[in-house]
C-alpha cells in the first residue's frame, strides 16, 4: 500500500528558533500533499495545501510567513516552522493523495510532535 | 468552505454493544466521506469510506450510511471490542477542491469490557 513518512518524529527547540520538518511519499508521486496541526484532544485542521512547483495555498488564518512550505519534488514537502514560539507546540501531520489511482484516499504520515520551550 | 459536524463528542459502550457516530456536513459539492480512527500520538486509521453515488457501504463490523438530501453520514460499529477504544474522525472531500479533507470534531469511543 502507499506509504507517507515523515521526519524528525520528534523534536524539541527553544523559542525563536526554527524548524523543518519533511513529508515524503514513498512508494507513489503526489502533485498535492496537505499539512495538518492538531492540538491534544482536538481535530486535524487543515493548515495549507502543497503544491509542486507552485506555491503552497493557506487556509484562512494560518500565517504563510510563519509556515513556509516547500514541494520541490512530486515525492517531498517540507514545512518550516519560523521564529517558532511555545504556542506553535503541537502533533503536525501530512497527507498525501495518489494521483496515478482515481481513489480519493489519502495517505496520512505518522505525524511530527513539535514541542517548543 | 465545508463544515462538518460530529456528534456525540464522547461514547461509552458495553463490550458487544453498538456504537453508532453521526455527522452532518454543509457543502452539497462534497462527494466522499472517510472515517478515521486515531489512536493517542498516531496517525488516522482509514477505517472505512464511502462515495456520494453510494447510500451504504459495509466492511465486517463497520458500516457507513449516507444521506445525500439530509447531508448527513453515520459510522455504524456492532459487536463492540475493547480494541475499538480510541478517537474517531468523519471527514468531506471534493474533487473539485483538491480534495482536501474537511474533519469533524471527533467523537472518543470507550468500550467498557
Known amino acids: 500500500g502507499a506509504v507517507v513518512s515523515q521526519h524528525p518524529s520528534r523534536v524539541i527547540c527553544k523559542s525563536g528558533t526554527s524548524v523543518k520538518i519533511e513529508c515524503r511519499s514513498l512508494?507513489?508521486?503526489?502533485?498535492?500533499m496537505f499539512w495538518y496541526r492538531q492540538f491534544p484532544k482536538q481535530s486535524l485542521m487543515l493548515m495549507a495545501t502543497?503544491?509542486?512547483?507552485?506555491?503552497?495555498?493557506?487556509e484562512q488564518g494560518v500565517e504563510k510567513d510563519k509556515f513556509l512550505i516547500n514541494h520541490a519534488s512530486l515525492t517531498l514537502s517540507t514545512l518550516t516552522v519560523t521564529s517558532a514560539h511555545p504556542e506553535d507546540s503541537s502533533f503536525y501531520i501530512c497527507?498525501?493523495?495518489?494521483?496515478?489511482?482515481?481513489?480519493?484516499?489519502?495517505?496520512f504520515g505518522p505525524g511530527t510532535r513539535l514541542t517548543v520551550t | 468552505g465545508e463544515n462538518v459536524e460530529q456528534h456525540p463528542s464522547t461514547l461509552s459502550v458495553q463490550e458487544g454493544d453498538s456504537a453508532v457516530i453521526k455527522c452532518t456536513y454543509s457543502?452539497?459539492?462534497?462527494?466522499?466521506f472517510p472515517w478515521y480512527k486515531q489512536e493517542l500520538g498516531k496517525r488516522p486509521q482509514l477505517i472505512i469510506d464511502?462515495?456520494?453515488?453510494?447510500g451504504e457501504k459495509k466492511d465486517q463490523r463497520i458500516a457507513v450510511t449516507l444521506n445525500k438530501t439530509a447531508k448527513h453520514f453515520s459510522l455504524h460499529i456492532t459487536e463492540t471490542q475493547p480494541e475499538d477504544s480510541a478517537v474517531y474522525f468523519c471527514?468531506?472531500?471534493?474533487?473539485?477542491?483538491?480534495?482536501?479533507?474537511?474533519f469533524g470534531a471527533g467523537t472518543t469511543v470507550t468500550v467498557r469490557a
Open positions: 464511502i462515495r456520494s453515488n453510494v
Open positions: 502543497s503544491n509542486e512547483g507552485s506555491k503552497a495555498t493557506y
Open positions: 471527514a468531506a472531500s471534493m474533487g473539485s477542491n483538491d480534495y482536501k479533507l474537511s
Open positions: 512508494d507513489f508521486q503526489a502533485t498535492t
Open positions: 497527507s498525501a493523495r495518489d494521483q496515478s489511482r482515481s481513489s480519493y484516499e489519502q495517505y
Open positions: 457543502d452539497s459539492a462534497s462527494n466522499y
